[in-house]
């Protein structure tokens, strides 16, 4: 079999028994390229003066990991810049964090191309490349004009946005232009897939050429929804470790006689967490009768920290919670615990475990993996209840979860007391549903639904072209 070179703007695999790497990408392919002789490559996570191109090659948790550092001026501009100030506000419909800077854009296209560059002499002739996330869309155009013939394919953990969204970034057709350099390009949903076909239509003179098939930029591109999943098998072996017992038991006991309602993100305005703390201060006020019945817990490790606008929203969440807690709180009782801490992943099992309640609502999100993971951790037979924003790619797959729209605090308080009130019977057969997407349609399905797209014989794949 060909070889499978994975790239992603870092490379952190699970460092081993704790596991903490925090972020859905990192766990999603550290799970994917265990098995196999795959290579994961991308930035080591470390700056240097001036760039080398040195690549730095070992083995992590079971995976080869090929590493290059950057320069502090990539971080900034590409990194912290592009990535993270333009791109995932844009892309999360926030136009109003959106930054535009030349010089971010100049910074974007450099790592592109010294990635390109480090990369190409380690690619073999048979090597299928799959490159990841919205750091890295150029890097098919760059490894092309260095002659790299490979397959290669692209997916996207993060929404595509809407055709109205997206023409505000300053050059979007270059952006989306230099998509046509891939063979395959993947999304998270397929209205995500309808809303690149339709900018790809009415800015690129394209064309829909048959389902998964479009035409644009004089070129023909396959696309396609690849919904990704979780581990959980390994997830499933996790909730009986010693660990998670261990946290669950700990949970319990400084929860006895309440509900514990759940929430696990990183520290992101695309979470959706002030709306989801209003939507629990609303709880709190409308239901004096169920207040002492439950406690929030809201576990958000802070992320980005590098950026303006996630500082701004820590401030924000600090002041919110200590609010709450102000206004309930009692000499023997707080109804709210917030935390920054990270957790390893083994003790996130035992906290889902120990939930009555999982509440994830972002604003937007390409998909969702702690939805996934709660639901797999729950007791087959006293299950836990999920309340999911519908604006979750997750909430496609996930139709039996409580859908709420995370802007409304009134719905999420209402999600919430239904939640809490629920029968066994009716969590159950919510719950059965649920657990049976999650374990058929779990990150192995997910790589090798894209892997077996990418490499089907090219003869196969490219339609006639119809004009
Ligand atoms: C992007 C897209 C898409 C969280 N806190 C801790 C911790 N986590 C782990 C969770 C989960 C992961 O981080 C978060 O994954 P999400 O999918 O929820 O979100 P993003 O990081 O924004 O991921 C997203 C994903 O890519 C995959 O395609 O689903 O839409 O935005 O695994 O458990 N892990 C540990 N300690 C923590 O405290 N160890």
Not at 347 to 360: D, F, M, Q, T
Not at 366 to 374: W, Y
Request: proline letters at 5%.
């Amino acid at each position: 079999m060909s070889r499978l070179i994975v790239v992603s703007n870092r490379v952190n695999p699970p460092s081993g028994e704790g596991e903490e790497s925090v972020g859905g990408l990192a766990m999603a392919l550290a799970a994917a390229l265990r098995e196999g002789s795959g290579v994961w490559f991308g930035w080591s996570g470390k700056t240097t003066p001036e760039f080398s191109g040195q690549l730095h090659i070992q083995t992590m948790g079971g995976v080869t990991a090929a590493t290059v550092d950057l320069e502090e001026i990539d971080l900034e501009e590409y990194y912290n810049g592009y990535a993270n100030k333009t791109l995932w506000p844009l892309f999360h419909y926030r136009i109003d964090l959106a930054a535009f800077d030349r010089a971010f854009g100049e910074g974007y296209s450099r790592v592109n191309r010294r990635f390109a560059q480090t990369l190409a002499p380690l690619i073999e002739p048979d090597d299928v490349i799959w490159i990841h996330d919205y750091h890295l869309i150029p890097l098919a155009r760059e490894l092309r004009s260095l002659g790299v013939k490979n397959r290669i394919g692209f997916f996207l953990h993060i929404p595509w946005p809407a055709h109205q969204v997206m023409i505000n970034l300053p050059r979007h057709r270059e952006l989306v232009a230099a998509m046509f350099d891939y063979d395959l390009v993947g999304f998270q949903t397929a209205e995500y897939q309808q809303a690149f076909e339709e900018y790809v239509v009415s800015e690129a003179e394209g064309a829909l050429v048959r389902p998964g098939w479009v035409r644009g930029f004089g070129r023909l591109l396959q696309v396609g929804a690849f919904p990704i999943g979780i581990d959980a098998e390994d997830f499933a072996r996790m909730v009986k470790s010693p660990r998670a017992r261990r946290m669950r038991d700990l949970m319990s006991a400084s929860t006895v006689f309440r509900r514990l309602i759940v929430g696990v993100d990183r520290l992101d305005y695309s979470k959706g967490l002030e709306e989801r703390f209003l939507g629990f201060e609303r709880f709190l006020t409308e239901n004096p009768d169920l207040r002492r019945e439950v406690l929030m817990l809201q576990i958000a490790p802070v992320s980005r920290e590098a950026v303006e606008a996630y500082q701004e929203i820590r401030g924000r969440l600090d002041g919110l919670s200590g609010r709450i807690n102000g206004e309930f709180a009692d000499v023997d009782w707080t109804p709210f615990r917030y935390v920054n801490k990270t957790y390893r992943r083994d003790e996130l099992a035992g906290i889902y475990r120990a939930a009555r309640v999982g509440v994830v609502t972002p604003l937007r999100d390409g998909m969702n993996l702690v939805a996934k993971e709660f639901v797999a951790a729950q007791d087959p037979a006293d299950p836990g209840v999920l309340v999911l924003s519908r604006f979750a790619g997750a909430a496609r797959q996930m139709p039996t979860a409580l859908l709420v729209n995370p802007n409304s605090a009134e719905e999420v308080a209402d999600a919430l007391k239904r939640a809490i009130g629920m029968e066994k019977a009716e969590r159950i057969e919510r719950w059965q549903a649920l657990f049976d997407g999650v374990e058929r349609d779990d990150v192995t399905a997910w790589r090798d639904n894209f892997v077996a797209a990418l490499t089907e014989p090219r003869e196969v794949r490219r339609p006639a072209l119809v004009v």
